[in-house]
T-cell receptor
């Protein structure tokens, strides 16, 4: 079972370049999330999609855009990368239940460096 | 948005010692989850606590949900190097916006 797949695993960008991080899940989950994790820190929510066709801002949305392409795929775009966006990005998905059954399954992460 | 605090932020202890880490908020949660993240990997669910006062055990790990459902603790007995990692709590509050605490980074020294 693939679970949550993120690409690319590693990326180096120059300031001002753009890129898209891809995320796909094969668990038929309704909800998908993008988090960033700075060195030695916890996870901060960038954007989430509670269900197909909806997206909402998280804690740190500035500088990012997202697209819920279909139920399986949720992409994160950096239009003009900045050094402050150097981080490890995690995609996650869940059933979307409002109960404790709403378990997050994470991808392996995408390490982004902006020079 | 609830303010969620985890403490301590960092903890380094010797193998065999006991420890407790905390997840506190001023808000009431319908349930709360604990995750552990090992270096280079994504977080993995340890447990979900749902009922106020609930205690759940996972081998040497004991999780407790506060009576008022505003706080939770994780106690590890006889810590092992394999317990090393970042421990994260996240409240389930009915909405889909799942915001984690800043985590407790635990190091168990052999």
């Amino acid at each position: 079972n693939a679970g949550v797949t993120q690409t690319p695993k590693f990326q180096v960008l120059k300031t001002g370049q753009s890129m898209t991080l891809q995320c796909a899940q094969d668990m038929n989950h309704n909800s998908m999330y993008w988090y960033r994790q700075d060195p030695g820190m916890g996870l901060r929510l960038i954007y989430y999609s509670a269900s197909e066709g909806t997206t909402d801002k998280g804690e740190v949305p500035n500088g990012y855009n997202v697209s819920r392409l279909n139920k399986r795929e949720f992409s994160l775009r950096l239009e003009s990368a900045a050094p402050s966006q150097t981080s490890v990005y995690f995609c996650a998905s869940s059933t979307g239940s409002s109960s404790g059954a709403n378990v997050l399954t994470f991808g392996a992460g995408s390490r982004l460096t902006v020079l | 948005t609830q303010l969620l605090e985890q403490s301590p932020q960092f903890l380094s202890i010797q193998e065999g010692e006991n420890l407790t880490v905390y997840c506190n908020s001023s808000s009431v949660f319908s349930s709360l989850q604990w995750y552990r993240q090992e270096p280079g990997e994504g977080p993995v669910l340890l447990v979900t606590v749902v009922t106020g006062g609930e205690v759940k055990k996972l081998k040497r790990l004991t999780f407790q949900f506060g009576d008022a459902r505003k706080d939770s603790s994780l106690h590890i007995t006889a810590a092992q190097p394999g317990d090393t990692g970042l421990y994260l709590c996240v409240p389930i509050q009915g909405a889909q916006k799942l915001v984690f605490g800043q985590g407790t980074r635990l190091t168990i020294n052999p």
